[in-house]
Antibody, heavy 122, light 107 residues
């Protein structure tokens, strides 16, 4: 059974750095045409894709947040880590990790974690 | 970056209605378009991949179509469990992007 689980702090202060970990099971981060993305959703708002780490070691970031984001993976631990610096109250959101897999000729997020709510407040 | 725009932002419909949601990309994305359903407090679920492929376990009343810049998701006969928010997402290139969502509410 494929699962993803997010972990990290529930509350961070403005200007602090957020570190989120996605622990996966049921598949390998080194599988071909497979990767993990981080996606967030502010309360009552739409989904925002943040970053991904794909099987060919491709990394990509949301353009508007590129300077604040770092994604990395530890295949031996089956973990993908997202670091976001200089947190602001507007970064308050539920943060999801999702498996991105090759389906047909495209890629899609087929399995999602349950999400972790992060509040930015002093 | 590719921008995705959905319409309408919300709609009211009754059980049994045929519902269509549209999604437009800011540039051609061929058929690299996915659809997701999200219910309150839950993670999104994949419904449709590459514009028209029905994901495993998704009821056949859901269908997708389109190519290039214009796409649609149709629910042929709305069921009570279909009241949710729907998102389109492009997978042509990175950065990935989602539409702003369409909330389907009970009339």
């Amino acid at each position: 059974q494929v699962t993803l689980k997010e972990s990290g702090p529930v509350l961070v202060k403005p200007t602090e750095t957020l570190t989120l970990t996605c622990t996966v099971s049921g598949f390998s981060l080194s599988n071909d045409r497979m990767g993990v993305s981080w996606i967030r959703q502010p309360p009552g708002k739409a989904l925002e894709w943040l970053a991904h780490f794909f099987s060919n070691d491709e990394k990509s970031y949301r353009t508007s947040l590129k300077s604040r984001l770092t994604i990395s993976k530890d295949t031996s631990k089956s973990q993908v880590v997202l670091i976001m610096t200089n947190m602001d109250p507007v970064d308050t959101a539920t943060y999801y990790c999702a498996r991105e897999v090759g389906i047909s000729w495209g890629d899609a997020f087929d399995i999602w974690g349950q999400g972790t709510m992060v509040t930015v407040s002093s | 970056d590719i921008q995705m725009t959905q319409s309408p932002s919300s709609l009211s419909a009754s059980v049994g209605d045929r519902v269509t949601i549209t999604c437009r990309a800011s540039q051609s994305i061929s058929t690299y378009l996915n659809w997701y359903q999200q219910k309150p407090g839950r993670a999104p679920k994949l419904l449709i991949y590459t514009a028209s492929g029905l994901h495993s376990g998704v009821p056949s009343r859901f269908s997708g179509s389109g190519s290039g810049t214009d796409f649609s998701l149709t629910i042929s006969s709305l069921q009570p469990e279909d009241f949710a928010t729907y998102y389109c997402q492009q997978s042509l290139n990175s950065p990935r992007s989602f539409g702003q969502g369409t909330k389907v509410e009970i009339k």
